[in-house]
């Protein structure tokens, strides 16, 4: 990853971690899921990249796919990481309930930015006609 992308990594992780405090999460949960994520979906980016673009060497598929891999690994591994501050982990299966509810967490942001495009879409229409 270029230096940008760590940049832009660093700020948002940054004001993730701002607004998490802001919500009431003590400090060494916000800032424990939010690295966490961050670091997750940085490594999970960077080896989806790198094996999708050398399997496929068309510039810019493997970066599209680790973006999307990494963004996902990243939001399930906050989401586990927080529902553990939150709940506890006695044994193993504590960790697996972590990891849907992380799972979960994925599918509501997906569900959200679906409903953002779909919101985005429905206004630039009623504004051409």
């Known amino acids: 990853m270029t230096r940008g992308f760590w940049l832009v990594d ?3 992780t940054g004001l993730a971690i701002k607004q998490d405090i802001e919500v009431g999460e003590s400090t060494a949960q916000a800032v424990s899921s939010n690295v966490g994520g961050t670091l997750a979906g940085i490594g999970a980016a960077t080896l989806t990249g790198a ?6 060497p068309i510039p810019g598929v493997g970066t599209a796919a680790g973006a999307i891999v990494g ?5 399930i591994t906050s989401g586990a ?4 501050f939150n709940e506890g982990v006695e044994n193993i299966g504590d960790v697996g309930e972590a990891l ?3 799972t979960k967490g ?3 942001t997906l569900a959200d930015a679906g409903n953002a495009i779909g919101d985005g879409i429905s ?3 009623d504004a051409i006609f």
């Open 10 to 12: 660093a700020a948002l």
């Open 51 to 56: 094996a999708i673009g050398s399997a496929i």
């Open 71 to 75: 963004a996902g690994v990243g939001i």
């Open 81 to 84: 990481i927080d529902h553990m």
């Open 100 to 102: 849907w509810e992380g």
């Open 106 to 108: 994925l599918g509501n």
């Open 123 to 125: 206004n630039a229409w």
